[in-house]
Nanobody
């Protein structure tokens, strides 16, 4: 099994930056994709970024391209989400998720959450004017 735990959320003014972290543990060899999702007030949960743990390929929701950067550390245990030029609409709960399988796989890049089978509890991001 795989477990993921987020950290790094907080309050920041618009225009600032935050970096979220997500530490994975357990059967790390089985993780093939990691992603960040968010749920903002009044909206359904949406995928914002994914990274393929094998190839390093990254995928982003159109609405965050240019401001969000997803990356893995050298050990591939921790995935980061760098959020620059924070906007008020970025306020919400951010969730890390891992897709794992004993048969391997690749990120779909569709921002769908259905392939992700381990989810964190989330970290709150609050952006103020």
């Amino acid at each position: 099994l795989v477990r993921v735990v987020e950290s790094g959320g907080g309050s920041q003014q618009a225009g600032g930056s935050l970096r979220l972290s997500c530490a994975a543990s357990g059967h790390l060899y089985s993780i093939y994709c990691m992603g960040w999702f968010r749920q903002t007030p009044g909206k359904v949960r949406e995928g914002v970024a994914q990274i393929d743990r094998g190839s390093g390929d990254t995928y982003y929701h159109d609405s965050v391209k240019g401001r969000f950067t997803i990356s893995l550390d050298n050990t591939k245990r921790t995935v980061y989400l760098q959020i620059d030029n924070l906007q008020l609409d970025d306020t919400g709960m951010y969730y890390c998720a891992a897709a794992f399988s004993g048969y391997g796989g690749t990120c779909s890049g569709t921002m769908e959450g259905t392939n992700f089978n381990s989810w964190g509890l989330g970290t709150q991001v609050t952006v103020s004017s």
